[in-house]
């Protein structure tokens, strides 16, 4: 059974930055493609990101620019570098793994 664990969250002001990590108990699958959604409360569950080997990765409208997605193929190993934070960012953050496997999510929290 894989597993994937997050890291990196917590708390920050408005304009700060946070690096998530994201990190599989199995690195013999090659994943051809890991993301990172969101929800926030209220709200429905969002993809944030996702990186496909080979092709250029993939933002939602609302992180463009200010969230770099970036991966360790050899160690299965996926990044979401945050920038610029807002409070509308404040959620909690799941790996996903070939759409398939998730984490079990990590909170990020934006507020002055």
């Known amino acids: 059974q894989v597993q994937l664990v997050e890291s990196g969250g917590g708390w920050v002001q408005p304009g700060g930055s946070l690096n998530l990590s994201c990190a599989a108990s199995?690195?013999?699958?090659?994943?051809?493609?890991m993301a990172w959604y969101r929800q926030a409360p209220g709200k429905q569950r969002e993809v944030v990101a996702w990186?496909?080997?080979?092709?250029?990765?993939t933002y939602g409208g609302s992180v463009k620019g200010r969230f770099i997605i970036s991966r360790d193929t050899a160690k299965n190993t996926v990044f979401l570098q945050m920038n610029n934070l807002k409070p509308e960012d404040t959620a909690v953050y799941t790996c996903?793994?070939?759409?398939?496997?998730w984490g079990k999510g990590i909170l990020v929290t934006v507020s002055s």
């Open positions: 996903n793994a070939q759409w398939t496997y």
């Open positions: 199995e690195t013999r699958i090659k994943f051809n493609v």
């Open positions: 990186d496909s080997d080979g092709n250029t990765p």
